[in-house]
C-alpha cells in the first residue's frame, strides 16, 4: 500500500541552529506534498507545500527541498527556535482526486536552550 | 472565521455506548475528513466526502459512520464504543482547487 514515512522520530537540536526533517515516500504519481507542525493538544497546522514542478520552496525561515528521482522530502528550519518544538508531519496527495492526503508518522522536533 | 470547530472537546464513554462528534467549517469548503491519531500512528484517514450528501471509506471505517447533511458540517458516530476506539478524532476541510486541509482542535475520546 502506499506510505509515508520519517526518516528519524525524534530530532533534537540546539535554540539558533538549522534543522532538517526528513521524510520519504513511496507514490511516484504523487505530485503535491504538505508540511504540517502539531504543537501539543492541538490540531495540525499547515508550514509549507510544494508541487513535484518544482524542487524548493522557501518561507519564512523555512525551505521545503524535493528531490523526486529518490522520493525524498525535507524540512529545513531556519535559526530554530523554542516555539518550534513541535511534532512534524509530511504528506503526498497519492494518485487522489477527493483532495485525501497522506500522512507520515511524524518527527518529533526538540530545541535545547 | 472561526475555521474548523469541533465538539465536544473530551468525552468519557463506556464500552458499549454510543454518541456523535460534531465538525464544522465556515470556509465554504467542499471536502472534509474525519482522522484518528493515535500515540507514534500520525493520522490515519476514517471517513471523508466530496460533498454535501456523499461520504466515503477511508482507511479506518470500521466501526464508525458518517454523515453530511450540510456542507458545513461533518458528523462522525460511534454507534457502541470499543477501547479500541480511544483516540485523538481531528476533522479537517480543503477546497476542490487546493489540497492544503484546514484541522479542528480535536476531541480526545477515551472508552473504558
Known amino acids: 500500500g502506499e506510505s509515508v514515512g520519517l526518516h528519524l522520530p525524534t530530532l533534537s537540536v540546539q535554540e539558533g541552529d538549522n534543522s532538517i526533517i526528513n521524510c520519504a515516500y513511496s507514490?511516484?504519481?504523487?505530485?503535491?506534498f504538505i508540511w504540517y507542525k502539531q504543537e501539543s493538544g492541538k490540531g495540525p497546522q499547515f508550514i509549507i507545500d510544494i508541487r513535484s514542478n518544482m524542487d524548493k520552496r522557501q518561507g519564512q525561515r523555512v525551505t521545503v527541498l524535493l528531490n523526486k528521482t529518490v522520493k525524498h522530502l525535507s524540512l529545513q528550519i531556519a535559526a530554530t527556535q523554542p516555539g518550534d518544538s513541535a511534532v512534524y508531519f509530511c504528506?503526498?496527495?497519492?494518485?487522489?482526486?477527493?483532495?485525501?492526503?497522506?500522512f507520515g508518522q511524524g518527527t518529533t522536533l526538540q530545541v535545547k536552550p | 472565521n472561526a475555521g474548523v470547530t469541533q465538539t465536544p472537546k473530551f468525552r468519557v464513554l463506556k464500552t458499549g455506548q454510543s454518541m456523535t462528534l460534531l465538525c464544522a467549517q465556515d470556509?465554504?469548503?467542499?471536502?472534509m475528513y474525519w482522522y484518528r491519531q493515535d500515540p507514534g500512528m500520525g493520522l490515519r484517514l476514517i471517513h471523508y466526502?466530496?460533498?454535501?450528501?456523499?461520504?466515503a471509506k477511508g482507511e479506518v471505517p470500521d466501526g464508525y459512520n458518517v454523515s453530511r447533511l450540510k456542507k458545513q458540517n461533518f458528523l462522525l458516530g460511534l454507534e457502541s464504543a470499543a477501547p479500541s476506539q480511544t483516540s485523538v478524532y481531528f476533522c479537517a476541510s480543503s477546497s476542490v482547487q487546493i489540497y492544503e486541509q484546514y484541522f479542528g482542535p480535536g476531541t480526545r475520546l477515551t472508552v473504558t
Open positions: 504528506a503526498e496527495n497519492g494518485a487522489s482526486n477527493t483532495g485525501k492526503l497522506i
Open positions: 466526502s466530496v460533498g454535501e450528501g456523499t461520504t
Open positions: 507514490n511516484s504519481a504523487s505530485d503535491y
Open positions: 470556509m465554504n469548503h467542499e471536502y
